[in-house]
Every structure is written in structure tokens, then in C-alpha cells.
T-cell receptor, first 114, second 115 residues
Framework: NAGVTQTPKFQVLKTGQSMTLQCAQDMNHEYMSWYRQDPGMGLRLIHYSVGAGITDQGEVPNGYNVSRSTTEDFPLRLLSAAPSQTSVYFC?????????????FGSGTRLTVV | SQQGEEDPQALSIQEGENATMNCSYKTSINNLQWYRQNSGRGLVHLILIRSNEREKHSGRLRVTLDTSKKSSSLLITASRAADTASYFCATGQVNSGGSNYKLTFGKGTLLTVNP
């Protein structure tokens, strides 16, 4: 049981490049979310999904796209990378009865945009 | 804006002492959760308390929730050096139609337990 798997673990991008951060879970969790963590800012919600085909914006969605075509995968796309997107990105998932359960987090992707 | 705010931002104690961290939030919630993050690692879920509960225990952890004051506290008793980590509160909210749920985090408390 792998839990939540994020790839890559580290990435360096040039300004203007695009890329996709991958997130996969094998726990049959309906709920999935993407967060970014910056020093002094805690975790901020980027996008979230309550099931396949359903996504919604969080606090800081600009510059990011998501889709949820399967229950297992929730990729995060950076459309045109900017230095302000340098951060550590975490994916998390939970059961649909999330009011009763906590989230399981991946180990993170450390992204640097130069 | 972030829903939860932890207090203090940093806390340093000696091994064996108790550590108390507080969290305040702004709007109504369905649950409140606490997570731990060791340096350079992902977050680990510690405990969840629902909005209709007032206190919950798990091992050396005790969480209280006061919805009238929109606040929660996390108590770690008999702390150990291994408890050194950042601790985050997170609020879970279901939308009015019940079709959506999101979890919003505060900025965290950095706890240092000195041996």
C-alpha cells in the first residue's frame, strides 16, 4: 500500500516553461487536494477535488490547472512557470466521509523556478 | 485568506514538560484537525475533532474545541525530543449544499523539545 505518491521529488524550471506535477493514490480516496507550502505562509490550498470529473479552486489557483479523470490521479499543471511559483507542493487525499477522517499527504515536490 | 491561525508561532520546552498550542479560526467548521510535520517531510495526521465534540484524546495528545470562541488547543503531555516538529491546525468545511469539502490550514507552530 503506497499511499500518496508524488513525482518528481525535485524539479528546476526556467521561467515560462510548463510542467505537470503528478499525484497518485491507491487508497480509493474520493477527495484529493493540492497545497503549496512557503516559509511563513503555512499550507495554502491551490485546487481540490471531491471525485472524478469534479474540481474546484482553493485560495491560490492562479497559474495552475487541474483535472481529475480517474479516482487515483490528480495532476497539477503549471501553465507558464514564474519565480513566484517556487515552493514545495503537497498532494493529499481522504475518504469522501472526510468530516470523519484526516488527509493522507504525499512527501512533496520541491519546485524551483529560475 | 487562511482559516486557522496558530499561537504561538514558536515554542521551546524541556523534555518531560507539556506543550500547548492554540488555533483560532474565522468561520463555521465541520471539523478541526491537527497535523505534524517533521523538517523536510510531508504532513502526518494526528487527530480530528468534529464540531459537535468538545474534547478528544489520543495517547499523549489532548485536543479541545470551543466553537463559541472559534478556537482549539492541542496539548502534548510529557513531551519528548522526538516531538520536535511543526504543528498545524486545519479546518474542514462542507459547503451549504453538502456537495463539496475543503481542508484549510493555518501557518503552524514550531515546537522544539530540548533533551
Amino acid at each position: 500500500n503506497a499511499g500518496v505518491t508524488q513525482t518528481p521529488k525535485f524539479q528546476v524550471l526556467k521561467t515560462g516553461q510548463s510542467m505537470t506535477l503528478q499525484c497518485a493514490q491507491d487508497m480509493n480516496h474520493e477527495y484529493m487536494s493540492w497545497y503549496r507550502q512557503d516559509p511563513g505562509m503555512g499550507l495554502r490550498l491551490i485546487h481540490y477535488s471531491v471525485g472524478a470529473g469534479i474540481t474546484d479552486q482553493g485560495e491560490v489557483p492562479n497559474g495552475y490547472n487541474v483535472s481529475r479523470s480517474t479516482t487515483e490521479d490528480f495532476p497539477l499543471r503549471l501553465l507558464s512557470a514564474a519565480p513566484s511559483q517556487t515552493s514545495v507542493y503537497f498532494c493529499a487525499s481522504s475518504y469522501s466521509s472526510a468530516i470523519l477522517y484526516g488527509y493522507t499527504f504525499g512527501s512533496g515536490t520541491r519546485l524551483t523556478v529560475v | 485568506s487562511q482559516q486557522g491561525e496558530e499561537d504561538p508561532q514558536a515554542l521551546s520546552i524541556q523534555e518531560g514538560e507539556n506543550a500547548t498550542m492554540n488555533c483560532s479560526y474565522k468561520t463555521s467548521i465541520n471539523n478541526l484537525q491537527w497535523y505534524r510535520q517533521n523538517s523536510g517531510r510531508g504532513l502526518v495526521h494526528l487527530i480530528l475533532i468534529r464540531s459537535n465534540e468538545r474534547e478528544k484524546h489520543s495517547g499523549r495528545l489532548r485536543v479541545t474545541l470551543d466553537t463559541s470562541k472559534k478556537s482549539s488547543s492541542l496539548l502534548i503531555t510529557a513531551s519528548r525530543a522526538a516531538d520536535t516538529a511543526s504543528y498545524f491546525c486545519a479546518t474542514g468545511q462542507v459547503n451549504s449544499g453538502g456537495s463539496n469539502y475543503k481542508l484549510t490550514f493555518g501557518k503552524g507552530t514550531l515546537l522544539t523539545v530540548n533533551p
